[in-house]
């Protein structure tokens, strides 16, 4: 006899004894709605129409775990609904789905979060209650709080369904038809790495590094970021059809440009794959436009809905196109002056964060210095004659004398994410000393300067161009000739006193160890963009500068930094 046979043969069994049961006790239990001593395994063995799950809960072992102290829910289809559910299933399938229907601790119907928040069952998925079809997974109760010593159980008039996660249905869509479900189960987000917690040192080699017995994990980088899998939380995933696919791949790729069409290619992938993770279990019918999990607006009002999955947390949808638009996903890049990287700086010691109600984040940075100017006067005297005259002033900080560098091209360094587009560089630094602003004859221009370097280049450095205090490894100061006078850099000028957002221009710099700034660069636009192209890492200098005709030590200035406001240059969407 094979096991299906044994199976609905216990069935029958257990129904004519539940036939012959005392009809006295069981109204007794029906009235008191409570089984005194009796377990859940007894009580819904008692049950005539309970025999076919029961018979289930006895083949797979799970009655064992309904006759223990623990505290148990189970949701309990009727005869006719388990076995036009469950057909012909082997024994390992059984226990997937008996296991689908008992969930711990006691949740009875009049608890105030029974409808509320979710099941977690044996098996691992979450099950819960949609309020429209008044269901828990299809399945509605049709006898409630039947109270057990250990436990709750509620008849139902169906199955509860098994449902895939997010992950697992996108997982289980055929790749050749969705370029997002390819590009998920490649290679390129899939990898195996060595598991740290469960890996045992075994012993060191021959040049005293550590070997392991080692235990590899699998890891899905796309999983990392966004955990599809997790049963207790929701999500919901869009999958483009290929036509739609293909349209925003070609229209992101030149922002996501790399050194080679193989890294390009991923890099996009992943961009679009990820602009489809929503949080929380949405209905996208219902909505226009709709923030993703990175804040990026996807529009979905016109989108042709081809399928729906409800999933065990949270939706799946295939939809035939979204065309985002470029603004909303090449956004400007904001950089803090008070996030600079305080490893890399010329002089940290001199370098303050202050906190300032007006600035941006409540922050910004000083780096403390003096500054010599030479400016020429007019003055109206008080018999209303003109005079003109030139005057020199040093400029010191509020506190003392001793605050300030004593290096050429004293920088603060940022690094910040950028897409292969064209910036304006938009930047706030606001003098607000008095001492430097008070005497309207004598006001401090802040000079300053910005060297970058782009993704994937060498980084800025000192000390390699044309002394031991230049700047090198810029991509507008590095350059393969040496017939130019001059190099070129961004450079922001402002007067003390006055907060204002800028945009910086390309300047000349001389090349000497100061690299002082000579004059603007004509021919704008072109002059006020700085053109990055590769995706990835920029890193920024801020530096100083000084246009003493002395370049005196001691003179080089100061710096101010609210905020860098890096604003991309897109074309129409």
Known sequence: MNIINKYLCACAFLA???????????????????????????????????SAFYAALVSTGYDTLLASANSFTVFV??????????????????????????????????????????????NGKMVRYDSVSSTFNSAAITSKDRVAANGVFHLTDAALERRDN????????????????????????????????????????????????TVWADVNDFLKAFPLNDETKEWTYVVLQSDGFDRLFTKYRPYFAQASTQRTDSLTYINVCRDFVFE????????????????????????????TYEASNGRVYVI???????????????????????????????????????ASGDRDVMLAGRAAQTDTMHVTGSLGQDSTY?????????????????????????????YAVSYEIHYVAYDDIASHFSDPLQTLRIEQKLFASMPGRPALQKGTKYSSDAVANSYMTDRVDDIARFDTCFVAIDTAGIHRERKMRKWTVSRQRAQAIQAPVSGA???????????????????????????????????????IKLVPILEDN
């Open 320 to 358: 035939n196109e979204s065309n985002i638009l470029l603004r909303e996903k090449i956004k400007p890049v904001m950089i803090e002056g008070e996030a600079y990287n305080p490893l890399k700086a010329a002089d940290p010691s001199y370098i303050f964060t202050r906190y300032k109600l007006w």
């Open 525 to 563: 636009p072109q002059a006020y963009i700085m053109s990055v192209p590769t995706a990835g890492e920029i890193t920024l200098w801020l530096c100083n500068t000084a246009r003493d005709k002395d370049y005196a030590s001691q003179l080089q200035g100061f710096l101010f930094l609210d905020y």
């Open 16 to 50: 004519a004894i539940a036939s012959c049961k005392d009809d006295r006790w069981d109204e007794h239990a029906r009235a008191t709605g409570e089984l005194q001593g009796v377990s859940l395994k007894e009580a819904i063995q008692a049950e005539a129409e309970c």
């Open 166 to 213: 997010v992950w697992d249905y996108i997982y289980g869509l055929r790749s050749a038809l969705y370029p997002q479900v390819q590009f998920l189960k490649s290679a390129t987000v899939n990898r195996r790495e060595m598991d740290m917690g469960r890996s045992v040192q075994v012993g060191v080699n021959g040049v005293g590094q550590p070997v392991y017995d």
């Open 390 to 418: 030139t005057v020199k002033k040093t400029f010191l900080t509020e506190s003392s004398d001793g605050n300030k560098p004593n290096v050429y091209n004293s920088y603060v360094e940022y690094k910040a994410p950028v």
């Open 77 to 122: 289809p009727s005869n006719s609904a388990w076995q036009q559910a469950m057909g012909a299933k082997s024994i390992g399938e059984l226990r997937v789905e008996v296991a689908n229907h008992i969930a711990y601790d006691k949740r009875l119907t009049t608890a105030p979060d029974f409808y509320t928040s979710p099941l977690r069952m044996f």
């Open 280 to 307: 929380g279990r949405v209905n996208i019918a219902l909505h226009d436009t709709l923030a993703n999990a990175d804040g990026v607006k996807v529009p979905l009002g016109r989108a042709t809905i081809a399928q």
